[in-house]
């Protein structure tokens, strides 16, 4: 390979002299609302608030993550995060973590063929005066006003004893 190298600050240089269009930043900081706060080669100040893509999950588990980042009106003072960069392509067995406010007129949604839920303690469904916990040591409480139990074809109860009352 011939030729002279080109510096970082060459480099730097020359990146700058071009119009923003789509850079790689990182998230350097996020705020209790969730806003990022991104670093780019061409940021104000070094660092920048940036806007999300409204699909994404919330940013809090991101930071320090590579970032795709586009310019609104090619102004590196606005730029907006349209995903993660990553090293290698999702797979159908990655999990995704869902981390995100819920607000009580948007329902969340969550679609896949399986899905998989784990603490490490417990977990629990509420709703009302229902709930299911599933604890650790293996025991399952479901509480309810009313319990209802129906099977196309059998419903079996196993124990090494079943109370009941």
């Known amino acids: 390979m011939s030729g002279n190298p080109v510096s970082l600050a060459n480099k730097m240089a020359l990146f700058a002299k071009q119009e923003p269009g789509v850079c790689v930043g990182k998230i350097i900081e996020v705020t ?3 806003k990022p706060i991104v670093t780019f080669p061409i940021a104000p100040n070094g660092r920048v608030f940036a806007r999300v893509v409204q699909n994404l999950p919330r940013m809090s588990n991101w930071l320090g993550s590579a ?3 586009i310019f609104e ?5 606005k730029p907006i995060i349209i995903g993660i960069v990553g090293d290698a392509l999702p797979t159908s067995t990655t999990e995704m973590i869902v981390d995100t406010q819920i607000n009580d007129n948007q329902p969340v949604k969550i679609s896949g063929k399986i899905l998989h839920f784990e603490g490490e303690q417990e977990i629990v469904l509420r709703c009302g005066l229902g709930s299911i916990i599933v604890r650790a040591d293996g025991q399952v409480i479901i509480k309810g006003t009313r319990l209802m139990s129906r099977a196309s074809v ?3 109860v196993r124990g090494p004893s079943v109370l009941i009352n």
Do not use: C, M, R, S
């Open 154 to 156: 059998t419903n079996k």
């Open 32 to 34: 209790p609302e969730g």
């Open 73 to 77: 009106d090619d102004d590196p003072g």
């Open 67 to 69: 970032v795709l980042i």
